[in-house]
Each structure stands twice: as C-alpha cells, then as structure tokens.
C-alpha cells in the first residue's frame, strides 16, 4: 500500500538519502524565497536591470570567468550554444556584456562584463546579501551562529555539486 506521506513515497522502493532529500528541499525552498524577496524589492517586482535569472547566472559566470569564450561559458552553464548566442545578444544589446574578436567566427570570441554589466552584477549581489542579513537578523542567535559553523561545509557541497555536473558533462562538451 503506498504511502500517505509523499516525501516516504518518494523514497520507497528507492536509494534516496531522506537527510539528502530534506537537503534538496531546503535548498530549493530557500532559491525560491530568495528569488521571490528580491522581486518584492525590485521596481515593478523585477530583479535587478530588469534582469532575469537567466540573464543575471549569465553574468555571474561571466564574472568568474572573464574573457571566456562562448561555448565555455556554455559548458560552465550547462546551456545550449543557441542560448548562450541568444543571451549574449541580449546582454551586448543593453550595454552589459562585451564581445572581443571573432569577428568572422563569434564562437572564438571573448565575451567580459561592461562597466554598467559589474554594476548591475554588484546590485543583485547587494539585493542577495540585504535579503540574508534582514532574515539572518531574524533568527535567534544560536541559529546564526549553526548557520555561520556550516558555512565550510556549504562550500565544499558547492564544490562537490560542481564536480558532479562536470563529470556528468558529455565528453568533448
């Protein structure tokens, strides 16, 4: 008889870790929040740039990765080579990004954050980190400072989820 309680249904029958899945809720629960508070504080309920999510990872990665070509900024994202032609017009066309070279290939061209790209990117990070001080502020200390001890471990499961998307990565991709 299946079970009523939908998380146990999930794992039944399965090889799912309930601490890994409780994990995998939390993390997404806290996306979405995240996602949803900086809307609330946005113009109009927008990010910000009038951004999107999309376009504002896009400019993260870049910012990590400065001079990367197109199709590395593809691998890195996990994105079809369409998308990423399609979000670099996107982002050029507002004055964000910048594509150098390749001007008989753009796939050889080097792609870097404009000034006004840095600012937009150094605003949704200000967004983010507003967003966690006001809810950190909220919490008792002791959840502060649990939150504040497991900041190595989230970096090295940061770390360990992007070791997995590169090994998941389609060899030559």
């Given at each position: 008889m299946p079970s009523a309680d939908p998380?146990?249904?999930r794992t039944e029958g399965s090889t799912h870790d309930p601490a890994g899945l409780a994990l995998a809720d939390a993390v997404s629960r806290l996306r979405r929040a995240m996602r949803r508070a900086a809307r609330a504080r946005g113009p109009g309920g927008s990010?910000?740039?009038g951004l999107s999510v999309a376009q504002l990872e896009f400019l993260s990665c870049l910012?990590?990765?400065?001079g990367a070509r197109p199709g590395q900024v593809a691998r890195l994202l996990r994105l079809a080579p369409s998308s990423v032609a399609t979000l670099v017009n996107g982002?050029?066309?507002r004055?964000?990004?910048i594509r150098t070279g390749?001007?008989?290939?753009?796939?050889?061209a080097m792609l870097d954050l404009t000034p006004a790209g840095h600012e937009v990117l150094?605003?949704?990070?200000?967004?983010n980190q507003q967003i966690l001080a006001g809810a950190l502020a909220a919490l008792p200390a002791a959840g502060?400072?649990?939150?504040?001890?497991?900041?190595?471990s989230l970096r090295q499961l940061t770390a360990a989820v992007d070791a997995l998307a590169d090994e998941d990565a389609p060899a030559g991709g």
């Amino acid at each position: 008889m299946p079970s009523a309680d939908p998380a146990a249904a999930r794992t039944e029958g399965s090889t799912h870790d309930p601490a890994g899945l409780a994990l995998a809720d939390a993390v997404s629960r806290l996306r979405r929040a995240m996602r949803r508070a900086a809307r609330a504080r946005g113009p109009g309920g927008s990010f910000p740039g009038g951004l999107s999510v999309a376009q504002l990872e896009f400019l993260s990665c870049l910012a990590e990765n400065p001079g990367a070509r197109p199709g590395q900024v593809a691998r890195l994202l996990r994105l079809a080579p369409s998308s990423v032609a399609t979000l670099v017009n996107g982002l050029a066309s507002r004055g964000l990004v910048i594509r150098t070279g390749g001007v008989a290939d753009r796939r050889t061209a080097m792609l870097d954050l404009t000034p006004a790209g840095h600012e937009v990117l150094a605003d949704w990070q200000d967004v983010n980190q507003q967003i966690l001080a006001g809810a950190l502020a909220a919490l008792p200390a002791a959840g502060r400072r649990s939150l504040n001890s497991s900041l190595p471990s989230l970096r090295q499961l940061t770390a360990a989820v992007d070791a997995l998307a590169d090994e998941d990565a389609p060899a030559g991709g």
